[in-house]
């Protein structure tokens, strides 16, 4: 089953607004979940590494004060988009790894905004 | 800048062939290597994983890594229909213990029954 759970997997939302994201690791610790961008044909862009207790750390170019990232718990990392506008809509992707090899998704979450 | 480059595709192949699906990367410092399958509007789903030079098997999955070349492939024997889907390739740069990852754009493949 799955590891790592994402909700909600769709959300609509008017611009101006804000939606929140939740990431799950099901039955382990995760100090360290991933948030990935996912436009349509094009692959994952990861946006920032969430940790545990900490500030997250963003990729060159993804907007800290637009995109934020809450680790509060082991098992549970938020992705708040603020603001946001229709070039915000995506397919966002949040993972977090249990093992040191695997690094599992969760289902993801598709956001349009209108 | 890390590069992982795959063929967009679509590739298509009957259904019961062998299907090849390959990614080269830029950083040779690159120790783990990552399939990925993703179904469109899913998110993605690890097939396999290999980080030591040579073939690795996993039922109808084998993945194949040289790093002097820094070209890593998957290959799918019997393909089935139910194969159809987006294959991405991801590579670690740090080894074991870090997880992130830079992935390929993914091929597409498509098993025609």
């Known amino acids: 089953g799955a590891v790592v759970s994402q909700h909600p997997s769709w959300v609509i939302c008017k611009s101006g607004t804000s939606v929140k994201i939740e990431c799950r690791s099901l039955?382990?610790?995760?100090?360290?979940m991933f948030w990935y961008r996912q436009f349509p044909k094009q692959s994952l862009m990861l946006m920032a590494t969430?940790?545990?207790?900490?500030?997250?750390?963003?990729e060159q170019g993804v907007e800290k004060d637009k995109f934020l990232i809450n680790h509060a718990s082991l098992t549970l990392s938020t992705l708040t988009v603020t603001s946001a506008h229709p070039e915000d809509s995506s397919f966002y992707i949040c993972?977090?790894?249990?093992?040191?090899?695997?690094?599992?998704f969760g289902s993801g979450t598709q956001l349009s905004v209108l | 800048q890390k590069e992982v480059e795959q063929n967009s595709g679509p590739l298509s192949v009957p259904e019961g062939a062998i299907a090849s699906l390959n990614c080269t990367y830029s950083?040779?410092?690159?120790?783990?290597f990552f399939w990925y399958r993703q179904y469109s509007g899913k998110s993605p789903e690890l097939i396999m994983f290999i980080y030591s030079n040579g073939d690795k098997e996993d039922g109808r999955f084998t993945a194949q890594l040289n790093k002097a070349s820094q070209y890593v492939s998957l290959l799918i024997r019997d393909s089935q229909p139910s194969d159809s889907a987006t294959y991405l390739c991801?590579?670690?740069?740090?080894?074991?213990?870090?997880?992130?990852?830079?992935f390929g754009k993914g091929t597409k493949l498509s098993v025609i029954p």
């Open positions: 969430s940790n545990e207790g900490s500030k997250a750390t963003y």
């Open positions: 993972s977090a790894s249990r093992t040191n090899e695997k690094l599992f």
């Open positions: 991801a590579v670690n740069l740090a080894g074991a213990g870090s997880y992130q990852l830079t």
């Open positions: 039955d382990f610790q995760a100090t360290t």
């Open positions: 950083d040779r410092g690159s120790q783990s």
